[in-house]
């Protein structure tokens, strides 16, 4: 079946410092939706990318979805502390019964 | 602003014991999904529900599970024989179809079974 890797599955950094996390589909993806999920909470949306190549900008949050619609990436300038949390893609397919969530990149941000 | 709801926070059951699961999803959104998440890892999808019916299940949604819309509002989930391995958080999510995409998620249900 249809499978969302995402990488790292950790990252410590120390505040001010970047970060990125990168996920990859097995097969196409129709959208990318990208979530932040904080300690002991509920996934929260960020993003959803559509389009080949799309890229999208949230503060210092840039969103990037590959030309063939099979990886997407997420790159935090300058973390903050509040940046904190676990970060999930979410694959959907060519409807919306189903999404694929990654496995999650759980940052730290050391201030 | 609106959001999605769930009873209980947390429901702790004994092995065997049928459970169900409660949802309030956004008022006009079309689609709903249950998902669970063991401790510290990813989340799982279960099923989605469109147009009073099941639109998709994972390999996980088994003979055990079923969800039912009664009555235009609540989406509830139930679990028939729980297991150990049910122990999870439950999420429950909305989207509006119309309006975007985004999933609304509930702050889930802990279920722990003993």
């Known amino acids: 079946g249809q499978q969302v890797m995402q990488i790292p599955q950790y990252q410590h950094v120390q505040e001010g410092e970047d970060f990125t996390t990168y996920c990859n589909s097995s097969?196409?993806?129709?959208?990318i939706q990208w979530y932040k999920q904080r300690p002991g909470g509920h996934p929260v949306f960020l993003i959803q990318l559509v389009k080949s190549g799309e890229v999208k900008k949230q503060k210092r949050l840039t969103f990037q979805f590959g030309e063939a619609k099979k990886n997407s990436s997420l790159h935090i300038t300058a973390t903050q502390t509040t940046d904190v949390g676990t970060y999930f893609c979410?694959?959907?397919?060519?409807?919306?019964?189903?999404?694929?969530f990654g496995s999650g990149t759980k940052l730290n941000v050391k201030p | 602003e609106p959001e999605v709801t769930q009873t209980p926070s947390h429901q702790v059951t004994q092995m065997g014991q049928e459970v169900i699961l409660r949802c309030v999803p956004i008022?006009?959104?079309?689609?709903f999904y249950w998902y669970r998440q063991i401790l510290g890892q990813k989340v799982e999808f279960l099923v989605s529900f469109y147009n009073n019916e099941i639109s998709e299940k994972s390999e996980i949604f088994d003979d055990q599970f079923s969800v039912e819309r009664p009555d235009g509002s609540n989406f509830t989930l139930k679990i028939r024989s729980t297991k150990l391995e049910d122990s999870a958080m439950y999420f429950c999510a909305s989207i509006s179809w119309i309006v975007g995409n985004e999933q609304f998620f509930g702050p889930g249900t802990r279920l722990t079974v003993l």
């Open positions: 979410a694959g959907a397919g060519y409807n919306f019964n189903k999404f694929y």
């Open positions: 008022s006009n959104h079309l689609y």
């Open positions: 097969t196409t993806l129709s959208n």
